[in-house]
C-alpha cells in the first residue's frame, strides 16, 4: 500500500506499513495513557486521536505501547510543541530528526506544530511565545516551515497561536501574517478555535472579523479547547487557554459558524491538565462529531441538488 505525503505535487509516495484510517469529518480527542483501558472497552471510543509529539521521544517504553496500540485501531494526529518554528535561532536539529522518527514510525494522519517561540540560545521555556508580524519575522518563519515539511517529506499544519501581548513593531495582522505564510511554503493550517476567542477577547478585537479574514480554505484541523477567566493587573478580564476544562458556549458557536463555512473538518477536544475520566472527555468529542455530522448532511444535499 503506499500514501501521497505531498502538498502541492513536491513529494513523491511512500510505502504504508500500518493500517491507514480515514480522519475527514472525524472528531477526536488527545490521547491520555490513563484512558486507555477505558477505550479499548468502549464500543464507540470516537474518531481519533491526537498525541504530543515530545512525549513520545524516547526510544520505547510504556507511552509507545500506548500509542502503538491505539495507532492500530484509529487514526493519529502528531502534534508538535516544542519545535520553536517562530524562534530567531536554527531549529534543533535533533529534535527536528526525533520529530521525523515518529512521523515515520507511526505514519501520523495529520502533523502539525505552533506559530511560536518556545527557545532562547539553550534555554527552552514552558510556553509558547508570540512574536512580532513583520516581513523579517515571516521570511525567517517561512524558511523554519520549509526546512521542516522537506525534512518530514510532507505538509506541516501551523497553529494560530492564543495571546496575550502584541509587539508595537508588527506591520501586519495576524490572519494577513498566516496568509503570508501559507503562500510562502503551501503549508496547511491548525485553526484552534478557542485560541481565536482567548486572543480577540485579550485584545480587544472581534473573533468573527478574525474567522472571516482567516484562510479557511487551507484548514486541515481544528482544535477546540477550555479556558480559564483571570483578571489582569488593571482589573480587566483576561482569558488563558489552559485546556483544564469543557469548551465554552462562545466557542462552541463559533466552531459551528467555521464549520457552517468550511463543511467537515477533522476536529480535535484538547484537554491537557485536570484530565477528566473518558467518558468526560468523549462527551466533548460527541457534541462536536454531532456538528461535524449535521453539516456534512447539509454539504450532501447541496452537491446532490447541483447535480440534479
Known amino acids: 500500500m503506499s500514501t501521497s505525503t505531498g502538498y502541492g505535487g513536491r513529494f513523491a509516495l511512500v510505502s504504508q506499513r500500518l493500517p491507514k484510517h480515514g480522519i475527514v469529518g472525524l472528531a477526536g480527542t488527545s490521547f491520555k495513557h490513563q484512558h486507555l483501558p477505558a477505550i479499548l472497552a468502549d464500543d464507540a471510543p470516537g474518531g481519533f486521536f491526537e498525541v504530543h509529539a515530545e512525549n513520545y521521544m524516547g526510544a520505547g517504553g510504556a507511552p509507545h505501547a500506548a500509542l502503538a496500540r491505539i495507532r492500530e485501531d484509529f487514526p493519529v494526529s502528531l502534534h508538535g510543541v516544542c519545535m520553536s518554528i517562530g524562534g530567531p535561532q536554527p531549529l534543533d536539529q535533533t529534535h527536528l530528526a526525533r520529530f521525523k522518527d515518529l512521523i515515520e514510525r507511526y505514519e501520523p494522519a495529520l502533523v502539525s506544530e505552533h506559530l511560536a517561540w518556545s527557545t532562547h540560545e539553550t534555554t527552552s521555556y514552558n510556553d509558547l511565545l508570540p512574536l512580532p508580524y513583520t516581513e523579517a519575522t515571516a521570511a525567517r518563519v517561512a524558511d523554519h516551515i520549509d526546512e521542516v515539511q522537506e525534512t518530514i517529506g510532507r505538509r506541516l499544519l501551523l497553529e494560530n497561536p492564543s495571546t496575550y501581548v502584541t509587539f ?141
Open 168 to 308: 508595537r513593531e508588527s506591520t501586519m495582522n495576524e490572519t494577513a501574517f498566516i496568509r503570508e505564510l501559507v503562500r510562502r511554503t503551501g503549508c496547511g493550517l491548525l485553526l484552534d478555535v478557542n485560541n481565536v476567542f482567548v486572543s480577540a477577547t485579550n485584545q480587544g478585537y472581534s473573533a468573527l472579523d478574525y474567522l472571516g479574514d482567516f484562510p479557511l480554505k487551507h484548514v486541515g484541523e481544528i482544535h477546540l479547547a477550555g479556558h480559564a477567566e483571570q483578571q489582569d493587573d488593571e482589573g480587566e478580564l483576561l482569558l488563558i487557554d489552559s485546556h483544564n476544562g469543557p469548551v465554552a458556549d462562545a466557542v462552541w458557536k463559533l466552531y459551528e459558524l467555521v464549520i457552517a463555512r468550511t463543511g467537515p473538518i477533522p476536529t480535535l477536544i484538547e484537554w491537557d491538565s485536570a484530565i477528566p475520566d473518558w467518558p468526560v472527555l468523549k462527551r466533548e468529542a460527541t457534541a462536536a462529531q454531532r456538528i461535524l455530522d449535521r453539516h456534512a448532511q447539509v454539504t450532501s444535499r447541496e452537491k446532490f441538488r447541483a447535480s440534479a
